[in-house]
């Protein structure tokens, strides 16, 4: 069973940087494609970023421009560089990773809260 651990939430003013940092516990060559999305209270988990197997990227419209998602498989670990963040980018972000054949894998969440 692998996990995926988030880190590198916490509290920024608006305008400010953050860096989240999901650490898978096995290889992420076996994942097709890896991601974060984000949740805030009363409302549905939306995908924020996707780094597919070959590199390409997928980004929601509300973060394109400002974010960028990368992997390091050395490192089994994907990340989320978040700059120019937005109060409205508050919630708790979720790594989340999908293997063929498999339900997909859930991180714990990390909170990031944005103040203007």
């Known amino acids: 069973q692998v996990q995926l651990v988030e880190s590198g939430g916490g509290l920024v003013q608006a305008g400010g940087s953050l860096r989240l940092s999901c650490a898978a516990s096995r290889t992420i060559f076996s994942f097709t494609t890896l991601g974060w999305f984000r949740q805030t209270p009363g409302k549905q988990r939306e995908l924020v970023a996707t780094?597919?197997?070959?590199?390409?990227?997928n980004y929601a419209d509300s973060v394109k421009g400002r974010f960028n998602i990368s992997r390091d498989n050395a490192k089994n670990t994907v990340y989320l560089q978040m700059n120019s963040l937005k109060p409205e980018d508050t919630a708790v972000y979720y790594c989340h990773g999908v293997k063929y054949g498999f339900a997909p894998y859930w991180g714990q969440g990390t909170q990031v809260t944005v103040s203007s």
């Open positions: 780094i597919s197997n070959d590199g390409s990227t």
